[in-house]
């Protein structure tokens, strides 16, 4: 998917609804890319935080953060260049 989407290591994704953050962890770590994971879940946000660090993998490429998408201010300034959704229920 990433490749698909001509993601780079500049490009900042928002990944809406991650849950346990499994396809934004992927994208992060396959390109390099800084992406947030927003979900109303806060078990599923800290499981996915518990297993990113476990995997080397750091706030600075992946941060998951608890909230409701509906009613999140996302502020004025455009800082994502891409947003998308993807399933994944099972942590990993």
């Given at each position: 998917m990433a490749h698909r989407l001509n993601l780079t290591a500049g490009t900042t994704v928002l990944d809406v609804g991650c849950g346990f953050g499994g396809p934004a962890k992927e994208i992060a770590k396959f390109v390099g890319c800084k992406v947030v994971g927003l979900n109303i879940n806060a078990y599923q946000i800290e499981k996915?935080?518990?297993?990113?660090?476990?995997?080397?993998?750091g706030e600075?490429?992946?941060?998951l953060v608890?909230?409701?998408?509906?009613?999140?201010?996302?502020?004025?300034?455009?800082?994502?260049?891409?947003?998308?959704?993807?399933?994944?229920?099972?942590p990993r």
């Open positions: 996915g935080k518990e297993i990113a660090l476990a995997q080397g993998i600075d490429v992946l941060e608890q909230g409701d998408f509906l009613v999140r201010e996302m502020g004025n300034e455009m800082r994502y260049q891409l947003m998308g959704r993807a399933e994944n229920s099972v």
